[in-house]
Nanobody, 124 residues
Framework: VQLLAFGGGLVQTGASLRLSCAAS????????MGWFRQAPGQEREFVAS????????YYADSMRGRVTISRDNRKNTVYLQMNSLKPEDTASYYC??????????????????WGQGTQVTVSS
């Protein structure tokens, strides 16, 4: 499967953004999906993930309550709705996929397929 992430941009503190990740190739519904982010000079960190059917979600404690992950298997797309954005949310956001058999929801090492990243910049 190939992933294309988009929807990032420059926003002000308190704004909302919805990131999208479109998948192509192998059956999308076989894959657990995750969002990670990486700020300059920092390691990539987990944000949220969702299982193949969409009925189970996982969130990083730092993002819980401000983000919602969802997926539409008919459109082969996973979404990340982010609200109340803060300057510290500024980062490149990456979507990732892993076949359900070997999926680890919140570990970077649990994903073999990565998108190219979309930049989110939150101004103060």
């Amino acid at each position: 499967v190939q992933l294309l992430a988009f929807g990032g941009g420059l926003v002000q503190t308190g704004a909302s953004l919805r990131l999208s990740c479109a998948a192509s190739g192998r059956p999308f519904s076989n894959f657990g999906m995750g969002w990670f982010r990486q700020a300059p000079g920092q390691e990539r960190e987990f944000v949220a993930s969702i299982n193949w059917s969409g009925d189970t979600q996982y969130y990083a404690d730092s993002m819980r309550g401000r983000v919602t992950i969802s997926r539409d298997n008919r459109k082969n797309t996973v979404y990340l709705q982010m609200n109340s954005l803060k300057p510290e949310d500024t980062a490149s956001y990456y979507c990732a996929a892993q076949h359900w058999r070997t999926w680890t929801p919140d570990s970077e090492n649990g994903y073999d397929i990565w998108g190219q990243g979309t930049q989110v910049t939150v101004s103060s």
